[in-house]
Antibody, heavy 121, light 111 residues
């Protein structure tokens, strides 16, 4: 069964760029019909969709984060990545990668375990 | 402030039926289907209901979903202790070139 695993820096300084990678195993990121999303959750708070990439090139981003977000795919490594620039303490959260789009763009049927990112000097 | 509105908490005793509401607008629930997620403590969310009322394989039929107009509901019948979790609704929102929106989440307590 397809698995997702996030990795990246757990501590980022304010104003710097947060970078995370989601490795896809037991399945291909190039499989048609799916989108690959990033979703975050501040401690004790709700879920916030960051954006997704599909067809390995087309992207949709949360309008509130759009100016700072880049999601890309590395097909050779079967992984996709998130870059969030100019971070502040408000970006501190657990970041999840997820597969969606098979049924609907908001239907995330596979999730990574999540990785905590703290923004602090 | 979440785009979709859920009550922050709900509760019930074992065996009871509880419902969780999710209120939106014409640009999201009013024109798109609703998805529900269950998040057990310290775990990633899990897909619970999609297309308003469909259950993925493995989800007990105690869980059901419905939608009417710009609102949706998740019902859990025969409440069990392991149902204690946070529940989130989600939908595609057609505004601002389109994006996914979530509810703020409802913490379900089994008394």
């Amino acid at each position: 069964q397809l698995q997702l695993q996030e990795s990246g820096s757990g501590l980022v300084k304010p104003s710097q760029t947060l970078s995370l990678t989601c490795a896809v195993s037991d399945g291909s990121i190039s499989s048609g019909g799916y989108s690959w999303s990033w979703i975050r959750q501040p401690t004790g708070k709700g879920l916030e969709w960051i954006g997704y990439i599909y067809n390995t090139a087309s992207t949709y981003y949360n309008p509130s984060l759009k100016s700072r977000v880049t999601i890309s795919v590395d097909r050779s490594k079967n992984q996709f990545s998130l870059k969030l620039s100019s971070v502040t303490a408000a970006d501190t959260a657990v970041y999840y990668c997820a597969r969606g789009g098979g049924i609907g763009v908001d239907v995330f049927d596979m999730w990574g375990q999540g990785t905590m990112v703290t923004v602090s000097s | 402030q979440s785009v979709l509105t859920q009550p922050p908490s709900a509760s019930g005793t074992p065996g009871q039926r509880v419902t969780i509401s999710c209120s939106g607008s014409s640009s999201n629930i009013g024109s798109n289907s609703v998805t529900w997620y269950q998040q057990l403590p310290r775990t990633a969310p899990k897909l619970l209901i999609y297309s308003n009322s469909q259950r993925p394989s493995g989800v007990p039929d105690r869980f059901s979903g419905s939608k009417s107009g710009t609102s949706a509901s998740l019902a859990i019948s025969g409440l069990q202790s392991e149902d204690e979790a946070d529940y989130y609704c989600a939908a595609w929102d057609d505004s601002l070139n389109g994006h996914v929106v979530f509810g703020g989440g409802t913490k379900l307590t089994v008394l």
